[in-house]
């Protein structure tokens, strides 16, 4: 996109949100257009001021993150959301992801690399940090038996797609990796999420990483 992304920041702690609009405000391609600082403040502000990605703490008293992520990803035309908490436990990844989050990332994050995943998500890319990846393929369960009736129904190109989202990969990398255009990969990518129930990319790239086909 041609214009500033716009990002609005939810954080209980008012030192946290200070700093992230300090911080992405000095990025030159972001501009921060507010700062809430519970769940229910949150949702007033991005319809107040349509941001196209909303930085979401989890843990806050009242409305919590995923509330609120909810009631924004249930808005017409939502913003991505992504998730921000200090412990990436499967509860929270997966409450966050199950209310719509578009990412998930932890508070340690560098500096940095937010920039670069605040433009990822605004683009429509899966924000799942590589570390909260590796640990769900380690601690997941085996698939169930018998197996998902829906991935048994997904095609030989469909699977190879699903491999690469569950490896973090771009629509580009993708395309490369598989010798097809990148239409043909959001083609396949928007089946996917029919087949397999998933609203967004986050979804499937988590549904691909715990090892479910």
Known sequence: MTEPVR????????????????????????TVVAVGHDGAEGVELVVRHEPHVVLMDLRMPGVDGVRAT???????????????????????????????ASGFILKTTPPAQLVPLVLAAAAGTAVLSPETLDRLRRGSPPPPDPPD???????????????????G????????????????????????MTHLDCTNRTQLALLAARGIG
């Open 149 to 167: 009736p829906r991935l048994a129904r997904l095609g030989g190109r469909e699977r190879d797609v699903l491999g690469l989202l569950g490896e």
């Open 169 to 192: 990969r771009t629509n580009a990398e993708i395309a490369s990796r598989l010798y097809l255009s990148e239409g043909t990969v959001k083609g396949v990518v928007s089946r996917l």
């Open 7 to 30: 990002v609005l920041v939810v954080d209980d702690e008012p030192m946290v949100g200070e700093f992230l609009r300090s911080l992405l405000d000095g990025a030159g391609r972001l």
């Open 70 to 100: 909810r009631e924004i990803r249930a808005l017409p035309d939502p913003p991505a959301v992504i998730a921000m908490t200090t412990v990436d436990t499967d509860e929270h990844v997966l409450g966050a992801l199950d209310a719509g």
